[in-house]
């Protein structure tokens, strides 16, 4: 990881890892470049390490648009700004010959999540920004690396065509019977103790998710047992999470589950700030990026995690600026209401 390695041919490759399931793959030979960044989530300055790790690039490909949950029908994370935003910081900082936006032309066909279509970035909102190089491809179309040259209007004209188009929608999932919901979340957690040991699980605080096609709620105690609840008023008000049956029983009943439930974006979560831990040991036990159940997975794993170090260090930055900026806005967002009041 993050060196590279070579083919037959004259051609090199290297492949580097961001998060705990995601990797870019840079490619080279005979002169030219070609750097695929996906949808991979990278902080300013693990794109520049990135950057120095693969010298000049001639192609950039990169996502441009959302394919996850992004709110509670609404924009409430942001990925509108953020991901326009990250397109920007890849050409200013990489400065590619070539950038292909693609990875991102993505329908939400469900009654469930087909709301996020309105926020979907375009590629003509993305030609809109100006960027030197950016050039879209259409199914079909092919880069010669003699002659360089893109049909890039021609490309963004049929995409806008394609979203214009009137597409079906599906409707809500079919029902999942209740107590089959209800085993899949308890040998979930069972699975997830086992893994991870009861005293840690056990102090995970317990969530409610409202079931609205079976209008049912699920108290889902990580220390225990998931109790199937009747919905009260009240009891649908307080759940964390509101969800179908059917996408509730596959966040569970697999251990990508609920990393799929998140990117369907098929579900409303009350507490979006507030982190649930549950889902950081699920991720871990889809993933298995933290393994030590032998002497050679432990290696293995610590040889994972000391390639990423610098990658870490740049997260944990990230974040720190970020909270000191929330703590800043709050701060100054409480003293204008004292403001505020005193002038009243």
């Given at each position: 990881?993050?060196?590279?390695?070579?083919?037959?041919?004259?051609?090199?490759?290297?492949?580097?890892?961001?998060?705990?399931?995601?990797?870019?793959?840079?490619?080279?030979?005979?002169?030219?470049?070609?750097?695929?960044?996906?949808?991979?989530?990278?902080?300013?300055?693990?794109?520049?390490?990135?950057?120095?790790?693969?010298?000049?690039?001639?192609?950039?490909?990169?996502?441009?648009?959302?394919?996850?949950?992004?709110?509670?029908?609404?924009?409430?994370?942001?990925?509108?700004?953020?991901?326009?935003?990250?397109?920007?910081?890849?050409?200013?900082?990489?400065?590619?010959?070539?950038?292909?936006?693609?990875?991102?032309?993505?329908?939400?066909?469900?009654?469930?999540?087909?709301?996020?279509?309105?926020?979907?970035?375009?590629?003509?909102?993305?030609?809109?920004?100006?960027?030197?190089?950016?050039?879209?491809?259409?199914?079909?179309?092919?880069?010669?690396?003699?002659?360089?040259?893109?049909?890039?209007?021609?490309?963004?004209?049929?995409?806008?065509?394609?979203?214009?188009?009137?597409?079906?929608?599906?409707?809500?999932?079919?029902?999942?019977?209740?107590?089959?919901?209800?085993?899949?979340?308890?040998?979930?957690?069972?699975?997830?103790?086992?893994?991870?040991?009861?005293?840690?699980?056990?102090?995970?605080?317990?969530?409610?998710?409202?079931?609205?096609?079976?209008?049912?709620?699920?108290?889902?105690?990580?220390?225990?047992?998931?109790?199937?609840?009747?919905?009260?008023?009240?009891?649908?008000?307080?759940?964390?999470?509101?969800?179908?049956?059917?996408?509730?029983?596959?966040?569970?009943?697999?251990?990508?589950?609920?990393?799929?439930?998140?990117?369907?974006?098929?579900?409303?979560?009350?507490?979006?700030?507030?982190?649930?831990?549950?889902?950081?040991?699920?991720?871990?036990l889809s993933t298995e990026f933290l393994n030590f159940?032998?002497?050679?997975?432990?290696?293995?794993?610590?040889?994972?995690?000391?390639?990423?170090?610098?990658?870490?260090?740049?997260?944990?930055?990230?974040?720190?600026?970020?909270?000191?900026?929330?703590?800043?806005?709050?701060?100054?967002?409480?003293?204008?209401?004292?403001?505020?009041?005193?002038?009243?």
């Open positions: 990881m993050n060196k590279w390695i070579s083919l037959r041919g004259g051609v090199e490759v290297m492949c580097g890892s961001t998060g705990s399931m995601d990797s870019w793959i840079a490619v080279r030979a005979e002169g030219l470049s070609v750097l695929n960044l996906n949808d991979c989530m990278i902080e300013p300055a693990h794109l520049a390490y990135i950057s120095k790790l693969v010298g000049k690039v001639t192609v950039l490909l990169t996502q441009f648009s959302f394919a996850n949950w992004i709110g509670n029908c609404a924009d409430e994370l942001g990925e509108v700004e953020i991901k326009l935003r990250e397109v920007q910081q890849r050409v200013n900082l990489l400065k590619p010959e070539a950038t292909i936006p693609f990875a991102s032309l993505i329908y939400f066909c469900s009654q469930e999540n087909s709301w996020m279509n309105e926020f979907a970035v375009t590629p003509r909102r993305v030609a809109d920004l100006g960027l030197p190089g950016v050039n879209f491809m259409y199914p079909g179309d092919e880069w010669d690396s003699d002659v360089r040259t893109f049909s890039s209007t021609e490309a963004i004209e049929k995409y806008m065509n394609d979203v214009a188009r009137p597409k079906v929608i599906d409707p809500t999932p079919s029902t999942i019977p209740i107590d089959i919901v209800q085993r899949a979340v308890d040998r979930t957690l069972r699975a997830v103790r086992a893994r991870f040991g009861k005293f840690t699980i056990g102090r995970i605080k317990p969530f409610s998710i409202y079931l609205h096609d079976l209008d049912k709620v699920l108290r889902v105690h990580p220390a225990g047992t998931c109790e199937v609840q009747d919905a009260t008023e009240e009891r649908r008000d307080v759940a964390r999470y509101v969800m179908c049956s059917q996408v509730a029983w596959y966040a569970f009943a697999y251990s990508w589950g609920w990393a799929a439930m998140e990117s369907s974006g098929m579900y409303f979560d009350r507490r979006f700030k507030e982190p649930n831990p549950l889902v950081f040991y699920l991720n871990i159940s032998s002497v050679r997975q432990a290696w293995r794993t610590i040889e994972f995690l000391w390639a990423k170090r610098r990658e870490l260090c740049y997260r944990m930055w990230a974040r720190f600026i970020r909270r000191k900026e929330s703590d800043f806005a709050g701060a100054c967002g409480r003293g204008s209401s004292i403001a505020a009041d005193r002038a009243a």
